[in-house]
């Protein structure tokens, strides 16, 4: 818990009874007073609430990050024996896949560069 919050928290409460004792003696100035740090301390609470979410949602990016980063072998294993086991089982599939990567590829490397358009020279 983050101390903007119990300090919002702290706040909104005593606006709240400075708020009743002004509505209670009648005296507005009391009352609107109570309201305006009851309001305050409500703000500093949801400022707190905002920094505490955002710091949860950073620790679980990072155990994220941890987690992927430990278990990197056996995904990269695991994909390794997928991608084998599909080209044992469609061997002719695979290598026309294979092929037209390599088509594509050849395509994209020894495309002519374009050319500027030509400039239009006016003198007058």
Same mark, same amino acid.
């Given at each position: 818990m983050d101390k903007d919050r *119990?300090? +919002?928290s702290a706040k909104e409460f005593a606006g709240k009874a400075e708020g009743a004792v002004g509505d209670v003696t009648g005296d507005a100035e009391t009352e609107a007073s109570g309201r305006v740090r009851e309001a305050? +301390? @409500?703000v500093q609470? *949801? !400022?707190g609430q905002a920094k505490d979410a955002a710091r949860d949602a950073a620790d679980s990016a990072v155990n994220y990050a941890k987690d992927a980063y430990d278990n990197r072998g056996e995904?990269? @294993?695991s994909g390794q024996k997928a991608v084998a086991n599909a080209v044992q089982d469609n061997p002719l599939g695979s290598l026309l896949i294979a092929g037209g990567i390599g088509f594509a590829l050849a395509l994209l490397m020894t @495309?002519?560069?374009r050319r500027p358009p030509p400039r239009w020279? !006016? !003198?007058g």
């Open positions: *119990i300090f +919002g305050a +301390g @409500r609470d *949801i !400022y995904t990269v @294993r @495309r002519q560069p020279r !006016y !003198y």
